[in-house]
């Protein structure tokens, strides 16, 4: 949600966004819920289809097929615990509390391959996995903006946060790579990965639930920056950079490292590996696999950056009441980028309503069909947002799932003159 005019969390991602309201507060754990699955690869039914007995099927062929060079899924979802925001005089600021939760997975698509296919479509050739890698962390963030009109073009915010950290099972980005010997098929790999944890399942003790949410030690901060110019009174051009900064996991640690060099064990045929019920066949691959490897475990700390995010926004006002915007949206990720493009037209309706309707390319699909929805009675408002409905009512026919709603209170709904993020409802 980058164009909402009248939803005070447009915030989140637009730090330079300067509201009609003079003073805004959440309602408790209900202000902001953002939930979002993507899948750039296939869908759940891509995987698994019914019959024509309506038993479930696993479809391997369909989507292997499907898989590209550089693959990823995500699944977030947020919670805002407080939020409020003010201005004083032309500075607008802003506060929230905020619960994330967050999975990343990066894949490559030789390395699906090679699961499903074995090693053997692949002798003499090396297989580059240096960009496979996840990510999942449970932290609460801590957040203080401030935005502010500049000129009487220009505006620009900043927000700081400080990241409590609860859960994370994370990998360093390293070298990773498969080579196959051409005459007995045996593998070489080049590897120097990390594979980090911090989590009470590393410990045997009875931790307290109170020290779970506030005592663990694990402490990060992070920045947003922003910008909006005002080329003339038609265009508006903004910019942001979102969740630059990392967190310091130091509690209930284990980290497991393949120090950096070359390893070599005998050929295996994953895919017969993977399909097996033979135990003694498993135990062969994970002995082989032990052999080849020697691992490293320790319990020193270790930072995990948060994926950066960047939009890139131009916006048309068509009349005072409605405009039409185009959006560049890009995610790192372990040396990967996730982008998006987006096109909507947003409405005032009067003094009560804010509409809006959006298409998008993401994940390599472009039936994403966008939807937004701000009911302003009085003090009171009740948003809903999606960057793919059809995906929010249909999950499994879609790769991209998203949903954000909401209620706040807003009051004294008069911003600063001239605010350049703003269309006027009047």
């Not at 479930?56 to 995500?74: A, E, P, R, T, W």
């Not at 809006?356 to 003090?379: E, K, P, Q, V």
């Not at 026919?397 to 006027?424: D, L, Y």
Request: hydrophobic share 35%; net charge neutral.
């Amino acid at each position: 949600m980058f164009d909402a005019q009248s939803i005070p969390q447009t915030s989140f991602n637009h730090p330079s966004y300067l509201p009609k309201s003079r003073y805004y507060f959440g309602m408790p754990i209900s202000s902001s819920n953002n939930f979002m699955y993507a899948n750039n690869a296939f869908s759940y039914h891509d995987l698994v289809h019914k019959r024509s007995d309506d038993s479930l099927v696993i479809d391997i062929d369909k989507v292997y097929g499907q898989f590209h060079k550089n693959n990823f899924i995500s699944l977030n979802f947020q919670c805002e615990l407080l939020t409020w925001g003010f201005y004083v005089k032309n500075n607008y600021f802003n506060f929230d509390v905020t619960e994330r939760a967050n999975l990343y997975f990066s894949f490559s698509g030789d390395l699906m391959n090679l699961i499903y296919k074995g090693n053997g479509p692949y002798i003499g050739q090396t297989l580059d996995f240096s960009k496979t890698g996840f990510d999942v962390s449970h932290f609460r963030q801590y957040a203080a903006g401030m935005a502010r009109q500049i000129l009487p073009n220009l505006s620009g915010g900043i927000r700081f946060k400080y990241l409590y950290g609860m859960e994370n099972f994370s990998t360093t980005r390293g070298k990773f790579s498969m080579y196959t010997a051409a005459d007995d098929y045996h593998l070489v790999i080049n590897s120097g990965v990390e594979v980090n944890t911090s989590s009470t399942l590393n410990t045997d003790d009875d931790v307290k639930v109170s020290k779970y949410l506030f005592g663990l030690g694990n402490r990060g901060y992070a920045f947003d920056l922003g910008s909006d110019y005002k080329y003339n009174d038609k265009w508006t051009f903004s910019f942001s950079l979102v969740d630059l900064g990392a967190i310091k996991w130091k509690a209930y640690v284990k980290r497991y490292r393949v120090p950096e060099g070359s390893y070599t064990f005998n050929g295996v045929d994953l895919k017969k590996f993977l399909n097996s019920d033979s135990s003694g066949s498993a135990q062969e691959v994970l002995d082989s696999l032990s052999n080849a490897f020697d691992t490293e475990e320790s319990n020193e700390s270790y930072s995990a950056p948060l994926p950066g995010r960047l939009y890139l926004n131009g916006k048309y006002k068509i009349n005072e009441k409605s405009f039409a915007s185009a959006l560049i949206y890009s995610m790192f990720f372990k040396g990967t980028r996730q982008s998006a493009v987006m096109l909507s037209y947003h409405r005032m309706a009067g003094k009560h309503f804010e509409l809006g309707a959006g298409w998008s390319y993401i994940n390599h699909t472009f039936d994403n069909l966008g939807i937004l929805i701000a009911l302003n009675a009085g003090a009171f408002q009740y948003y809903i947002h999606s960057d793919n409905i059809l995906g929010t009512l249909s999950p499994t026919n879609f790769r991209t799932t998203q949903t954000h709603f909401g209620i706040n209170f807003r009051f004294q709904r008069e911003g600063p003159k001239g605010a350049v993020a703003e269309t006027s409802a009047n």
